[in-house]
């Protein structure tokens, strides 16, 4: 197991997350993705403690739940109002 790796990945995916343009879809994201505060916006280091705090997130079973959930937000996403970053907003999907 690769700790640093899945960390870098539950802090990429959770930044990606809070960019959803859709609260109702980020919502699914905070219910079964990773809690409000677990990990500070746009912190995408890690960092010593963080392989204690972020267990939850990182054993095999909850990291695979994790990116499952997070492909499904994305994917709901896409289709209801995408990305929103610094002031742009991803386009339309037709």
Do not use: P
Request: with cysteine.
């Amino acid at each position: 197991m690769n700790i640093d790796e899945r960390i870098k990945m539950v802090k990429a995916m959770e930044f990606i997350a809070r960019n959803i343009n859709d609260e109702g879809v980020f919502e699914g994201w905070l219910v079964n993705g990773v809690a409000d505060g677990d990990i500070q916006y746009s912190d995408l280091t890690v960092k010593d403690g963080d392989a204690e705090e972020l267990e939850i997130y990182i054993s095999d079973e909850d990291f695979a739940d994790r990116m499952n959930t997070f492909l499904r937000v994305m994917k709901n996403a896409r289709h209801s109002g995408g990305l929103c970053c610094d002031g742009v907003v991803s386009k339309e999907v037709q």
